[in-house]
Structures are given as C-alpha cells and as structure tokens.
Nanobody, 117 residues
C-alpha cells in the first residue's frame, strides 16, 4: 500500500502563485510516475502534470509555461509550482503515483485551489 499526503492549496488572486506538495510513503518501488490531476465543480478529473523517474515531464497544454512539476526521488515527494494562476485553474488538485510495472495507481485526498478574479 502507498499513502499520499498533499499540502499547499489555498485561495489566491488571479496572477498569483501557489506551490503544492505531495509526499508518498509505504511500498514505494524504484520506478514510478508521480503527478497531479484536478477536478473543477461539475467537470471530469483532468490530467495536469506528471514527472517520470528519469525527470522527464508532461503538462496539460493550458498550464505549460505557468506550472512546473518537480520531484525528489530520495524523499518520494513531488511538487507543483503554479504561477500566473487564472480563475479557470480553480479545482481540487489530486496527487497520484503510478507504478507501470504493476499497473497500480494511488491517489491523495485532494487539496483545494481557488483563484479569485
């Protein structure tokens, strides 16, 4: 089993910044993908960003250039630096970890990000 604990959400004005962090604990394998999804009210959960063990990254088009994902493999943590936030970024952000060799995925409890206009 793997546990994910998120932190860093909150309320910010448009144009502001927030940093989300997620710490994984439990049975962590050496190869995994960590990242973030988000879900706005009335919408489906969508992919935001992910980072592989080798450091390669992938982003939702609408956040490219504004969000930066990073990880510390030794600590099994992933962070999402969010700059130039927009009201449409308002959502509950979920951390996830995926182990490709087993096809298993775990989710955090979610952290609310609210961007006021």
């Amino acid at each position: 089993q793997v546990q994910l604990v998120e932190s860093g959400g909150g309320l910010v004005q448009a144009g502001g910044s927030l940093r989300l962090s997620c710490a994984a604990s439990g049975s962590i394998l050496t190869s995994y993908i960590m990242g973030w999804y988000r879900q706005a009210p009335g919408k489906q959960r969508e992919f935001v960003a992910a980072i592989l063990t080798d450091g390669s990254t992938n982003y939702l088009d609408s956040v490219k250039g504004r969000f930066t994902i990073s990880r510390e493999n030794i600590k099994n943590t992933v962070s999402l630096q969010m700059n130039s936030l927009k009201p449409e970024d308002t959502a509950v952000y979920y951390c996830h970890i995926h182990f490709p060799q087993y096809g298993s995925t775990y989710w955090g409890q979610g952290t609310q990000v609210t961007v006021s206009s």
